[in-house]
């Protein structure tokens, strides 16, 4: 069965970075518009399939990058100036994304928590 597999996250001190990455098992992400959620909350930076447009909740926009690198099946989130609400655990699906919308069509991954504290 095909399912999406998140890493990177991890402890930091606010105002510090990390970079979370998103992969694929049995099939390339290519095809797919990609979202990154955090459990409890709607999402929070998608990519559409071609790269060429992304979307950002309010909570996290220039805060937040999000790329792609097809060559590697690759989606990553570039978070930096992290803050305590920024804690939880952080997923990757497959969605619908424009610059305004991002909606989830499922194949979420098993998550990677990331924590902020000082």
């Known amino acids: 069965q095909s399912r999406l597999v998140e890493s990177g996250g991890g402890l930091v001190q606010p105002g510090g970075s990390l970079k979370l990455s998103c992969t694929a098992s049995?099939?390339?992400?290519?095809?797919?518009?990609i979202g990154w959620w955090r459990e409890g909350r709607g999402g929070i930076a998608c990519i559409t399939k071609n790269g060429d447009s992304s979307y950002y909740s309010r909570s996290v926009k220039g805060r937040f990058t999000i790329s792609r690198d097809k060559a590697d099946n690759m989606v990553y989130l570039e978070m930096t100036n992290l803050q305590p609400e920024d804690t939880g655990v952080y997923y990757c699906?497959?969605?619908?994304?424009?610059?305004?919308?991002?909606?989830?069509?499922?194949?979420w991954g098993q998550g990677t928590q990331v924590t902020v504290s000082s």
């Open positions: 049995g099939f390339t992400l290519d095809s797919y518009g």
């Open positions: 699906a497959l969605a619908v994304v424009s610059a305004y919308t991002c909606h989830d069509i499922g194949s």
